[in-house]
T-cell receptor, first 117, second 113 residues
Framework: AQSVTQPDIHITVSEGASLELRCNYSYGATPYLFWYVQSPGQGLQLLLK??????LVQGIKGFEAEFKRSQSSFNLRKPSVHWSDAAEYFCAVGVGAGGTSYGKLTFGQGTILTVHP | DVKVTQSSRYLVKRTGEKVFLECVQDMDHENMFWYRQDPGLGLRLIYFSYDVKMKEKGDIPEGYSVSREKKERFSLILESASTNQTSMYLCASRNPGPQETQYFGPGTRLLVL
């Protein structure tokens, strides 16, 4: 079965600093990988996703993520954090490549990002 | 824009009550999902539906059931609410296909006393 680990429960950065959120996955086949963000009291919003091709993917709000198969990682990065980026971030892996997968996602535990002014 | 709505943002129920959580999507999506979200555990899949009247158990279906009579509506039912079902419940929908995105509703925070 697939699994996702986000090793950092809580990260604090200063506004303007760079950010990297870690995500490690376990899955036997080619993974479909996602990063979602959840602002307080809100649902989840997709930041970016990876299916194939270029291993560096760009997302919304200035985020990017790099897929590294050799390390089973899909880390999220942002060069300069804004106070509005404070939220909880979830990494997820999608199951299967066929139509019967129904797109089930397995989520990591989440990383809470605090931004200091 | 895709819109997924959930009938309540906050609910307070008593132990033993039957609880209905409703989810509606407006994009004609075939697949719909119910998750629960708990601190430190991320999101865990309760049930999903790949078409009208079709459903499959997710990772934690015990104590829950679902209903999907119409394509746009997916209901989560707690037959007899218990305190360990106090949680945030999130609904999502998507089109079929492995590369399709799941779109989430705002969540329902349920407190069972």
């Amino acid at each position: 079965a697939q699994s996702v680990t986000q090793p950092d429960i809580h990260i604090t950065v200063s506004e303007g600093a760079s950010l990297e959120l870690r995500c490690n996955y376990s899955y036997g086949a080619t993974p479909y990988l996602f990063w979602y963000v959840q602002s307080p009291g809100q649902g989840l919003q997709l930041l970016l996703k990876y299916f194939s091709g270029d291993t560096l993917v760009q997302g919304i709000k200035g985020f990017e993520a790099e897929f590294k198969r050799s390390q089973s990682s899909f880390n999220l990065r942002k060069p300069s954090v804004h106070w509005s980026d404070a939220a909880e971030y979830f990494c997820a892996v999608g199951v299967g490549a066929g139509g019967t997968s129904y797109g089930k996602l397995t989520f990591g535990q989440g990383t809470i990002l605090t931004v200091h002014p | 824009d895709v819109k997924v709505t959930q009938s309540s943002r906050y609910l307070v129920k008593r132990t033993g009550e039957k609880v209905f959580l409703e989810c509606v999507q407006d994009m004609d999506h075939e697949n719909m999902f119910w998750y629960r979200q708990d601190p430190g555990l991320g999101l865990r899949l309760i049930y999903f539906s790949y078409d009208v009247k079709m459903k499959e158990k997710g990772d934690i279906p015990e104590g829950y059931s679902v209903s999907r009579e119409k394509k746009e509506r997916f209901s989560l039912i707690l037959e007899s609410a218990s305190t360990n079902q106090t949680s945030m419940y999130l609904c999502a929908s998507r089109n079929p296909g492995p590369q399709e995105t799941q779109y989430f509703g705002p969540g329902t925070r349920l407190l069972v006393l």
